[in-house]
Nanobody, 116 residues
Framework: QVQFVESGGGLVQPGGSLRLSCAVS????????MAWYRQAPGHQRERIAG???????NYADSVKGRFAISRDNTKNTMYLQMNNLKPEDTAVYYC??????????WGQGTQVTVSS
């Protein structure tokens, strides 16, 4: 069974930075395209950044230029460097494959709160 464990969230002031990590187990991580998703209160979960098995990345307009996705296939881990954080980035952040498999489960996520 594939497991996703997100970490690195926290409370940060506007303009601050955080680095999220996603540890993946139970599958051959290196062959999958992966993505970061987030869900803010009262909103649907949305994909904000993706990375292919070859390392090509794409971003939602809302985070482009501020967030950077990366992966380390030797550690079965994906990262999200978040800079210049804004209050509207407040959400629970999740990782999963891209696209999400029909039978895929979700991790517990990591809470990011941007507030002064």
């Amino acid at each position: 069974q594939v497991q996703f464990v997100e970490s690195g969230g926290g409370l940060v002031q506007p303009g601050g930075s955080l680095r999220l990590s996603c540890a993946v187990s139970g599958t051959t991580f290196s062959i999958y395209a992966m993505a970061w998703y987030r869900q803010a209160p009262g909103h649907q979960r949305e994909r904000i950044a993706g990375i292919t098995s070859g390392g090509s990345s794409n971003y939602a307009d809302s985070v482009k230029g501020r967030f950077a996705i990366s992966r380390d296939n030797t550690k079965n881990t994906m990262y999200l460097q978040m800079n210049n954080l804004k209050p509207e980035d407040t959400a629970v952040y999740y990782c999963n494959t891209m696209p999400v498999g029909v039978r895929s489960s979700w991790g517990q996520g990591t809470q990011v709160t941007v507030s002064s």
